[in-house]
């Protein structure tokens, strides 16, 4: 049996995950996704890796990224799906998206430093597998290492968001860019978890029809950041604005994850899925007979 499962979206080391390409693949396929894409924050640095993992454990492959957006005020993130890992805009538009993070991560330790809590900034880049990548996450895994929090769901609501210590307010990528690089690379351009937004009702409807606007043509319903409820009102938004709609687990790190790789209610049958429209740029994997 080889029952269809799709899981758009995770993280490696590459950005804020902990494992390597090769070991998410193996994990989702033991989990038994069919169609995965690798996800990390702003780096495709990972995409070649983790479509010659997938392709020898049998899993067909769709190229992946979860841009950083700045949409009014707030962080928004783009998933890219299916793109070419190889388009030289896509790559200079995400190495200038995550050119700030290091300077940041600075301001973000003297601001953590002044509430007391010291070190932050070299104990955060251990966990960086990716030193250019550094991120609230990895801060928030030493914010667990020393104690200061029992876990990083408690980092996140104590700390590194608005309002509280270790938050510094950054500009990321705009809409326009974040959607048109991907869609210039032959991708599809998703939004990613939007029940996760602090938006109101016209805010967010400046964001779809702004986002459709530039061409993006996905969005994702079914992640492991929403619950039913949510899933059910971005079913109904994805109907709405004619949008396809994507499936994905947002998965990091065992044992910090809630959602497990491919672990997730299927996608509600009235929906366009991404996969539909992205049919011909997915790697399929050699078949066996
Ligand atoms: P950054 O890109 O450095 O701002 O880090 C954002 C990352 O922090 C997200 O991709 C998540 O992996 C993680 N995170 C976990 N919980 C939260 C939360 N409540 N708010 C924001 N980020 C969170
Ligand atoms: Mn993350
Ligand atoms: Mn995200
Ligand atoms: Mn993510």
């Known amino acids: 049996m080889n029952t269809f499962n799709?899981?758009?979206?995770?993280?490696?080391?590459?950005?804020?995950?902990?494992?390597?390409?090769?070991?998410?693949?193996?994990?989702?396929?033991?989990?038994?996704?069919?169609?995965?894409?690798?996800?990390?924050?702003?780096?495709?640095?990972?995409?070649?890796?983790?479509?010659?993992?997938?392709?020898?454990?049998?899993m067909d492959y769709l190229t992946g990224v979860e841009i950083s957006v700045t949409f009014l005020h707030q962080t928004v993130h783009i998933v890219g799906l299916g793109f070419d890992a190889h388009n030289s805009a896509l790559f200079e538009g995400l190495q200038r998206t995550r050119g700030g993070r290091s300077q940041r991560a600075l301001e973000m330790a003297d601001d953590l430093a002044r509430v007391g809590i010291r070190g932050t900034f070299e104990g955060a880049l251990k966990y960086a597998g990716n030193p250019n990548l550094i991120s609230r996450t990895h801060f928030a895994r030493?914010?667990?290492?020393?104690?200061?929090?029992?876990?990083?769901?408690?980092?996140?609501?104590?700390?590194?968001?608005?309002?509280?210590?270790?938050?510094?307010?950054?500009?990321?990528?705009?809409?326009?860019?974040?959607?048109?690089?991907?869609?210039?690379?032959?991708?599809?351009?998703?939004?990613?978890?939007?029940?996760r937004y602090k938006f109101s009702a016209n805010e967010e409807l400046a964001l779809f029809t702004e986002f459709k606007g530039h061409?993006?043509?996905?969005?994702?319903?079914?992640?492991?950041?929403?619950?039913?409820?949510?899933?059910?009102?971005?079913?109904?938004?994805?109907?709405?604005?004619?949008?396809?709609?994507?499936?994905?687990?947002?998965?990091?790190?065992?044992?910090?994850?809630?959602?497990?790789?491919?672990?997730?209610?299927?996608?509600?049958?009235?929906?366009t899925p991404v996969w539909e429209l992205l049919a011909d740029r997915i790697q399929y994997a050699p078949r066996v007979n």
Do not use: N
Request: with cysteine.
């Open 215 to 271: 061409g993006g043509q996905g969005v994702e319903v079914v992640t492991g950041s929403h619950s039913v409820a949510d899933a059910a009102t971005y079913a109904a938004s994805a109907l709405e604005f004619e949008l396809a709609a994507s499936r994905g687990s947002d998965f990091h790190s065992p044992g910090e994850s809630r959602t497990e790789l491919g672990a997730l209610p299927d996608l509600p049958g009235q929906l």
């Open 6 to 58: 799709a899981d758009l979206h995770c993280h490696s080391v590459v950005s804020d995950g902990t494992l390597t390409p090769e070991e998410l693949a193996k994990r989702a396929k033991d989990q038994g996704v069919t169609l995965w894409s690798l996800t990390d924050h702003d780096e495709i640095g990972g995409q070649v890796r983790a479509a010659a993992a997938a392709a020898a454990s049998g």
């Open 142 to 195: 030493y914010l667990v290492e020393t104690g200061v929090c029992k876990d990083t769901y408690e980092v996140f609501r104590k700390y590194l968001t608005e309002g509280k210590p270790g938050f510094i307010e950054h500009r990321w990528a705009s809409l326009k860019d974040a959607v048109q690089w991907i869609v210039q690379a032959g991708g599809m351009a998703v939004i990613a978890h939007p029940a």
